[in-house]
């Protein structure tokens, strides 16, 4: 079983950066592909990014690509989203899942894990 602990959200001015770090306990975190979802009030879940157990691979959502990293260190059991020229729109609950596939996929039935969510909020 993993748990999972989000750090790092807040409030930030548009244009401005954060950094999300997830922090995963137990000791098969390489077993799993990381991903970062976000939820806006009244909206569904939506997939944000994903990386692969190696770190090699990560695939993300059109709206983010350019402007989010996602990064993982398996020596340290961490994922992080770095998210740079942030936008109104990007205010939202984020949250980290961990899923057993390989791929860095985007389908959120298949995170079998998740943490409790960080909230970031982004100023006009």
């Known amino acids: 079983q993993v748990q999972l602990v989000e750090s790092g959200g807040g409030l930030v001015q548009a244009g401005g950066s954060l950094r999300l770090s997830c922090a995963a306990s137990?000791?098969?975190?390489?077993?799993?592909?990381m991903g970062w979802f976000r939820q806006a009030p009244g909206k569904d879940r939506d997939f944000v990014a994903a990386?692969?157990?190696?770190?090699?691979?990560?695939n993300y959502a059109d709206f983010v690509k350019g402007r989010f990293t996602i990064s993982r260190d398996n020596v340290k059991n961490t994922s992080s989203l770095q998210m740079n020229s942030l936008k109104p729109d990007d205010t939202a609950v984020y949250y980290c899942?961990?899923?057993?596939?390989?791929?860095?996929?985007?389908?959120?039935?298949?995170?079998?894990?998740w943490g409790q969510g960080t909230q970031v909020t982004v100023s006009s």
């Open positions: 137990g000791r098969t975190f390489t077993s799993y592909t």
């Open positions: 990386v692969d157990r190696s770190g090699a691979g990560t």
């Open positions: 899942a961990a899923s057993r596939t390989s791929r860095a996929h985007s389908i959120d039935t298949w995170y079998e894990y």
